[in-house]
């Protein structure tokens, strides 16, 4: 009947269910309670290695929702429904930037430093927090306050097989484009293998999300909150650029700037995206800053 179909289509076999109606006699809730899980079978225990979870249309894993993707969650739902968000997308032409790095890569291997772009772009983003200063804040609600942050502590959002963790360089404006680089490597380890000080991911001031890392050219990230701006990196391209009225080949770097609309405005945002670009695609300016 029913109940004998509502099993075949759930994937149970009924045979094995304990019923609970009258007599013994299994009903549709019997059924359902096997197909969730909720209820074992009739067979020993100890021949059950796994409960199956079954939908109505196939076999479903359940992970519970803990330690660190639970926080990455809340902290996630916070941001979104705290701080209004608004994202300015711009490029930047690193095409200068890249031979740098690409000269001076072996340089840093020899003092056992793996130096990525990444370094300059916080850098750049410095020299950006330090005109427009309203990017490098965060704001107490309660007092109706904003608090304007006179130290540069930048946060590298990380991929991690436990989920995102976002690693902290403290004071980075006080260190070299090597010392960056150097505790960039060595905090996105601990990271990723899970032996990272609870210290060193907390106290940012200003997060930047390196997706290009993976191959994404452009996204909309998520402000890392009580912060109120982040920076969005995507993959460097060979992209056909017109330079003096001639079609040229040149490193294009996408950028994604996402900022809290309560604290920076548009033309602020724009005016921030601009000073980065500036010393991203003048390199000169970010090492004479250094």
Known sequence: GAVRGLAKELGVDINKVKGSGPEGRVVEKDVRQIAEGKEKPLEPEKKITKVKKYDLYGYVDRIPLRGVRRSIAKAMVKSKYTAPHVTAMDEADVTALWKIREKEKKAAEKKGVKLTILPFIIKAVIAGLMEHPYLNASLDDENEEIILK??????????????????????????????????????????????IDLADLKGGTFTISNYGALGGIYATPIINYPEVAILGVGKIKDTPVVKNGKLVVRKILSLALSFDHRVVDGGEGARFLNTVIARLEDPDLILLET
Request: charged letters at 30%.
């Open 150 to 195: 006179k130290y540069f502590n930048i946060g590298v959002a990380t991929d991690t097989p436990e989920g995102l963790m976002v690693p902290v360089v403290k004071n980075a404006k006080d260190k070299s484009i090597l010392q960056i680089a150097d505790e960039l490597t060595k905090l996105v380890e601990k990271a990723r293998n899970r032996t």
